[in-house]
């Protein structure tokens, strides 16, 4: 299965801003809310870097980072961050459903990677970065919180996750797709989760919503 269809490089310099505004700096948030877990004695993969501030935050602590990314566009900003902090780190352009590294990760990182794709490609991609990691090892990523609570959350939730899902497949950034079942998806990869923080966007209120999520390779 290929999954090499969406590349960022259009909105290359200005992605990390427009995501920030449209979610009040939740996505962000969630992405670097596990840095501090990552431990210099690990090897870490970020699947779909981007322009990599958490790839760059997770180097910064002695990470051994390696970080793959599609656009060329995405991986040169994401270089030139590197190099501003005097910075070390591995950057691959390509698809990482061809990456076969010759030692698994401690830990794979895919924020706002998944949501790329319809459900059942999205199921295999996780798979895919599941058997990146070695047994015991993490897969950690951010994402769309579904809606906490009853049917009232989930129609405040569709409401504003729809209208952007639409945008970017109409951009040809996505896939339409709902939020995915991710504890389904984790368990069909062969994990288990181990810990979901959410980060609402709105303080106080429960929807809509951001998460990450820690799971653990099983054998």
């Not at 998806?185 to 919503?209: D, H, K, M, Q, Y």
């Amino acid at each position: 299965m290929e999954f090499g269809a969406h590349s960022y490089d259009g909105v290359a310099y200005c992605y990390d801003e427009l995501a920030s505004l449209y979610s009040l700096g939740r996505i962000e948030m969630s992405k670097q809310s596990q840095i501090g877990s990552l431990s210099p004695t690990e090897r870490v993969l970020f699947a779909g870097v981007g322009r990599g501030r958490d790839a760059i935050a997770a180097a910064r602590c002695g990470v051994a980072v390696t970080a793959i990314d599609l656009s060329p566009i995405m991986l040169g900003r994401f270089s030139r961050g590197l190099e501003r902090e005097a910075l070390r780190a591995e950057a691959i352009e390509g698809d990482v459903a061809s990456h076969h590294p010759e030692l698994l990760y401690d830990t794979v990182v895919a924020h706002y990677f998944l949501n790329l794709f319809e459900i059942d490609r999205a199921a295999a991609m996780l798979s895919i970065l599941c058997r990146l990691v070695r047994p015991g090892g993490r897969l950690i990523f951010a994402d769309f919180a579904p809606g906490e609570g009853g049917t009232a959350a989930r129609w405040i939730t569709e409401a504003y996750f729809r209208p952007v899902n639409w945008v970017a497949w109409a951009f040809g950034f996505c896939a339409l797709h709902p939020i995915p079942d991710y504890p389904d998806l984790i368990e069909r990869a062969g994990a288990r989760i181990r810990t979901v923080s959410r980060f609402p966007v709105i303080p106080g209120l429960a929807n809509p919503a951001y998460q990450s999520v820690v799971a653990e390779r099983i054998g």
